[in-house]
């Protein structure tokens, strides 16, 4: 089975820009947060400890933009960490907390104990996100509760678009780009990242009840729903997953001249975001493609050899793929 790139672009890039240019032209909601600057600095914080314990490789890319766009990334962070586990850890009732949630984040005036959502506010008025994004990230998340499998790679880039591009569009503002036409690179890269996660997550997702791969490419490639179970590694499994990591290289390919379209400033974070992660990649093909038994990473030596490299190319708009 050979991936076709323009039968794949054709077919599910242009809808996704629709929902991109149409959430950036909705109004900003709010223009000036009701709280007092301590309480802001002290959400701030916050948002730093939420991230130094769930997110070691964010907060290492997060650290190489300025202070203010660092503490501004930090909140999309945390905003959308307490999104997820709204949806993967509450206890309640999922839709009522989202709905909530949803809520909260569309005011300029926070509740007072509620510090991600403040800190979040202040982000997102400082570099005027619009809000729109937000929106669609919750939609996004909010399709887990209802739907745990994808027919086609169509469908399953539509859901990584609203829990991964959403992100790298809101990161746009606080970053500083270009124009409009950055907007397909942040729509791609976001796929290429998410995509990533679901290869390394398969087996979590799966002990979860959840099947993000395509039903049409495990099919394609003799695979079922019982292979999965079964949780070994045959040779369809080891073509089906060179396949999935060839489209994903390939997303990341057409992703990463969008690196230049960004301030010179921001440059180096979301490029070390990008590079690192396609690390993930290399950790899984030198497993034998094992993601049932073990769950793919790149070490911390490993991120910080790569470091250097990444802020050449970043400085030169030469930022690569790996392997």
């Known amino acids: 089975m050979q991936y076709q790139t323009n039968a794949q672009t054709s077919t599910w890039e242009s809808a996704l820009l629709s929902l991109a240019h149409e959430a950036r ?35 290492l890319a997060s650290a190489l933009l300025p202070a203010d766009k660092r503490r501004a990334v930090r909140a999309l962070y945390a905003f959308c960490r307490v999104t997820d586990d709204i949806v993967d850890r509450s206890t309640g009732d999922s839709a009522a907390q989202l709905e909530q949630w949803h809520r909260r984040i569309l005011v300029s005036h926070p509740p007072p104990d509620d510090l991600v959502a403040i800190a979040w506010a202040d982000a997102r008025l400082r570099y005027h996100v619009p809000v729109r994004y937000a929106e669609q990230l919750i939609e996004g998340v909010a399709r887990d509760l209802t739907q745990t499998r994808y027919q086609t790679f169509e469908e399953l880039a539509a859901y990584c678009y609203g829990v991964a591009s959403t992100v790298g569009l809101m990161s746009m503002h606080i970053t500083g780009y270009a124009g409009a036409h950055a907007i397909p690179y942040a729509i791609k890269l976001g796929v290429a990242l998410q995509l990533t996660n679901i290869l390394r997550d398969v087996g979590e997702d799966w002990a979860a009840g959840r099947l993000y791969l395509p039903q049409e490419d495990l099919a394609s490639f003799g695979l079922c729903e019982a292979d999965l179970a079964c949780g070994k590694v045959t040779e369809a499994w080891r073509a ?15 992703a990463l001249p969008g690196i230049a379209l960004l301030d010179h400033d921001g440059r180096f974070a979301i490029a070390a975001a990008a590079e690192l992660y396609q690390g993930i990649l290399c950790d899984i093909e030198d497993h034998d493609y094992d993601v049932f038994s073990r769950r793919a990473f790149v070490s911390k030596w490993g991120k910080l050899r790569c470091l250097p490299g990444i802020w050449w190319r970043s400085r030169t708009a030469q930022v690569t793929g790996s392997k």
């Not at 089906?240 to 990591?245: D, I, P």
């Open 240 to 254: 089906f997953m060179r396949y999935q990591v060839a489209r994903n290289r390939l997303l990341y390919a057409e």
């Open 25 to 59: 032209h909705t109004e900003l909601m709010g223009n000036q947060l009701h709280v007092d600057r301590a309480t802001v600095d002290r959400a701030y914080a916050h948002c730093e400890a939420l991230i130094a314990m769930h997110s070691k490789s964010f907060l």
